[in-house]
């Protein structure tokens, strides 16, 4: 049985930031974890990779002879290695060993996770490889300042949740930066009667109808809650790991280990 995280949200969200705290994290703790480069614009790493997805196709190449833009250049990327699961990835995957973990950093283009089946097909790629794969949305917390924005967020969450069907951890990140951080706690698992009444609050009342909509959405699923993540605290990316561990059940089938003790040393 393998493991994966699936780095996943808006572009800027800090999601290249958060897999390289993770592998400095997990290194200092004695723990191995393989981060994989999914993004063909990516340029710098403050990680080492473990694959990357520029070996099989790069955007700059797809720009110069396509002429595509940077978006369009970039799906056709992800559509190509969609193309290649069963190739390229498959051989890379046959270099890690059955308990290995693996964290893939994904681009930040909104398609992939909301109408698009690339990363669909990608997960269950992992699954036929026997992969436990947990979703890690990022958001930025800086974003959610008030009730119309995290409603915007929640939405941008539950679509990629529906999309990949997976078990989903939902982050906020950059924490470090927020000044006032009770107006970010409000709102990590907030009541949804108080976020209705200061919805209708902002907005005019010919939206009543889809607030309440809106919000009976949120409150159905009841899975759209976020986890703050500050990078300058220890104990906070501990506790995200461990939340993101007990998705994937990580570690739960591992062999306990005995040691034996020695009479004579004993004495």
Avoid at 56 to 66: H, P, Y
Avoid at 131 to 149: G, H
Avoid at 238 to 254: P, V
Wanted: one cysteine or more; charged letters at 25%.
């Amino acid at each position: 049985m393998g493991y994966a995280q699936l780095v996943i949200g808006p572009a800027g969200r800090g999601k290249s930031t958060y897999c390289s705290s993770l592998h400095q994290h997990c290194e200092t703790t004695w723990r191995t974890i393989h981060i994989v480069n999914l993004d063909p614009a990516a340029e710098n790493f403050d990680y080492p990779v473990a694959m990357d997805i520029r070996e099989l196709i790069s955007l700059d190449d797809v720009m110069e002879e396509l002429g595509l833009g940077p978006n369009g250049g970039l799906m056709y990327c992800m559509e190509h290695l969609e193309e290649n699961l069963d190739e390229w990835l498959t051989e890379e995957l046959d270099n890690y060993l059955d308990d290995d973990y693996l964290v893939f950093d994904c681009p930040g283009q909104i398609e992939l996770f909301s109408h698009v089946p690339v990363l669909k097909n990608f997960v269950e790629h992992l699954k036929r490889k026997n992969f436990n794969v947990c979703v890690v949305y990022l958001l930025d917390s800086q974003f959610i300042t008030d009730v119309t924005k995290f409603i915007s967020g929640c939405m941008s969450s539950l679509s990629a949740m529906v999309q990949l069907e997976l078990p989903h951890v939902n982050i906020l990140s950059k924490m470090d930066l927020v000044t006032n951080k009770k107006d970010v706690e409000n709102y990590l698992d907030p009541e949804p009667q108080l976020l209705l009444a200061e919805l209708n609050q902002r907005m005019a009342p010919q939206f009543q109808k889809l607030n309440k909509s809106l919000i009976e959405v949120v409150d159905q699923y009841s899975m759209v809650s976020f986890l703050p993540l500050d990078l300058r605290k220890v104990s906070s990316i501990q506790y995200i790991l461990s939340q993101i561990d007990n998705c994937i059940q990580y570690g739960e089938d591992a062999d306990v280990k005995v040691k034996d003790f020695d009479p004579e040393e004993d004495d």
